[in-house]
């Protein structure tokens, strides 16, 4: 791991001390409670520590963003409108969020853009202004992790009820929930 000291935390799991420059974060499952291909503002709620991450990273000055697979607009199921009605949905519950990355693409449509790839975490480094390598990504699935690690970004998991094991047992780094991923990037908590 290219920054800070390395620590062990007591689940075996490692810590760094050295914060990241910027937080990404996937939308669905991690900052809000997953409802699939959600088109409706009334259906955001948000997961218990959203909130309270996110004043945290306000407070420690480190920007955010969200990336975001969106493949109900390929599909036909979501518009891009309702996509951004949810997002705008999502800041006015959880507060403002420095950059939006969505991909509008179906696993077959061979983008860059889809997580697993790296294009969404690419362009919201580059829209922040900060390296991808001094990132952080932090979702409830492996293609969050696929996509922090083929853009170079360091990545949490924390898991929902959805995630599978083999999907934790390869997580480099596993919160309990935000506030937790938080800890484990050395975040500090003024």
């Known amino acids: 791991m290219p920054h800070g000291e390395v620590l062990p935390t007591p689940g075996g799991r490692v810590r760094e001390t050295c914060p990241p420059r910027a937080v990404l974060f996937d939308r669905d499952g991690t900052l ?6 959600n088109g409706d503002p009334a259906k955001v709620a948000p997961v218990a520590t959203a909130r309270a991450a996110l004043d ?10 969200v990336v975001s697979n969106q493949s ?5 199921l979501l518009t891009p409108e309702a996509v951004v009605a949810v997002n705008t949905r999502v800041e006015e519950l959880i507060g403002p969020i ?3 990355a969505w991909c509008p693409h179906g696993e077959a449509d061979g983008c860059a853009c889809r997580k697993p790839a790296p294009g969404l ?45 083999e999907e934790v047992d ?21």
């Open 32 to 37: 809000v409670h997953d409802v699939p291909y």
């Open 56 to 65: 945290r990273l306000r407070r420690a000055g480190i920007p955010t963003g």
């Open 72 to 76: 109900g607009v390929a599909r036909g």
């Open 98 to 100: 420095g950059v939006w």
């Open 121 to 165: 975490v690419l362009d919201a480094a580059r829209w922040l202004g900060v390296d991808p390598a001094e990132c952080a990504v932090v979702g409830d699935i492996a293609a969050d992790l696929g996509a922090a690690r083929a853009a170079g970004a360091r990545g949490v998991l924390v898991p929902t009820h959805t995630t599978r094991r």
């Open 170 to 190: 390869a997580a480099d780094l596993v919160a309990p929930d935000l506030l937790g991923a938080l800890d484990l990037l050395g975040i500090p908590d003024r």
